[in-house]
């Protein structure tokens, strides 16, 4: 885990996490967004040109994502609102990539919606893996907007097509990994409410739901970006 370094950064230069602050585990169903954005998919079908994607050129590297981190635990040390948005950056990376593009009901998102290979398919995942570690760092989406302001620039028909079918693949990969951090929550969401959590379980639970947190806004940027078109 490249960002292993990082991720011991933030704890350190964060101070404790807040041991009385009660945290609601937030359980909004990110499946809902999966059947709207995945019903768009039309780009196979589209015949007007080849198909137009987000490239890895589209948002930071993962190195240049790690000094952010870094950057910014140093900007808010002191601040434990934030412990919870800079442990969850702090455990993406290339990894997470390569765990969606292993799964195989991603890739089949993939193979529906574009006829491309797998490094395509793990582009467009990384860009977007990067893309969530940056919503984590800022606390917003505006990144999100942006990248997929290049759509702007295609032929109306194109521009609809390679939107809803990239939103589609991305969504594919954020859903898997946000079941995983799911699974996690509903056994640490017991283990609070219990009273019984040590201050490593609490910040557990909190970076947990701060991860669900930006996966569910970033899924809501792109369906505002898909349904826009």
């Known amino acids: 885990n490249m960002f292993a ?13 807040q041991r009385t602050k009660k945290i609601t585990s937030r359980r909004r169903n990110g499946r809902k967004m999966s059947t709207k954005i995945n019903g768009f998919m039309t780009l196979r079908s589209e015949p007007d040109a080849p198909a137009r994607s987000v ?3 589209d948002v930071s590297s993962w ?11 140093a900007i808010f040390a002191g601040d434990s609102s934030v412990n919870g948005r800079m442990q969850a950056a702090g455990q993406l990376g290339p990894h997470t990539t ?7 009901s991603v890739v089949e998102v993939f193979t529906t919606a574009y006829e491309g290979s797998l490094e395509d398919c793990s582009t467009i995942l990384d860009v977007h893996y990067r893309l969530l570690a940056e919503t984590l760092i800022q606390g917003n989406t505006e990144l999100v907007e942006h990248v997929y302001e290049k759509f702007a620039a295609l032929p109306p028909r194109l521009r609809k097509s390679s939107l809803r079918a990239t939103a589609a693949c991305a969504e ?34 909190e970076k947990n739901n701060a991860m669900l947190k930006a996966m569910d806004d970033m899924l809501e940027a792109m369906l505002k970006n898909v349904s826009d078109w």
């Open 5 to 17: 370094s990082s991720s011991s950064a933030a704890r350190a230069i964060i101070c404790a996490p």
């Open 55 to 57: 490239t890895s050129d």
């Open 63 to 73: 190195p240049e994502i790690e000094r952010q981190l870094v950057k910014a635990c």
């Open 98 to 104: 390569h765990d969606a593009v292993s799964e195989m």
């Open 172 to 205: 594919a990969g954020l859903l898997h990994t946000r079941e995983e951090y799911e699974l996690m929550n509903a056994v640490l969401s017991e283990v609070v409410e219990s009273g019984d959590a040590d201050e490593g379980a609490l910040m557990e639970f």
